[in-house]
């Protein structure tokens, strides 16, 4: 069995910035990617960030050069910096790791970013 638990949320001003961190505990032998999703209240669950075994990593046009996706293979943790926050980055974030492309995956419980302006 797999566990992910995120943590590192809160409430930051606009301008601000988070760290969010994403622990994994069990046994996963094959993994296709890491991400970071978010969801507002009332909006679809969205892809923010991933990062792919040999450390190539994607985003999401609205957080482009303001998160950075990154992992800790020894801890297990895969990290999202999040720099220049604003009220749109206001959501419930989500770690998730996949096995394969088409795989939902394993989910963490989320953790609430909340940016005020």
């Known amino acids: 069995q797999v566990q992910l638990v995120e943590s590192g949320g809160g409430l930051v001003q606009a301008g601000g910035s988070l760290r969010l961190s994403c622990a994994a505990s069990?046994?996963?032998?094959?993994?296709?990617?890491r991400g970071w999703y978010r969801q507002a209240p009332g909006k679809q669950r969205d892809l923010v960030a991933t990062?792919?075994?040999?450390?190539?990593?994607d985003y999401a046009d609205s957080v482009k050069g303001r998160f950075t996706i990154s992992r800790d293979n020894p801890k297990n943790t895969l990290y999202l910096q999040m720099n220049n926050l604003n009220p749109e980055d206001t959501a419930v974030y989500y770690c998730?790791?996949?096995?394969?492309?088409?795989?939902?995956?394993?989910w963490g419980q989320g953790t609430q970013v909340t940016v005020s302006s």
């Open positions: 998730n790791v996949k096995r394969y492309p088409s795989d939902n995956g394993y």
């Open positions: 069990g046994n996963i032998f094959t993994i296709y990617t």
């Open positions: 990062i792919s075994p040999s450390g190539y990593t």
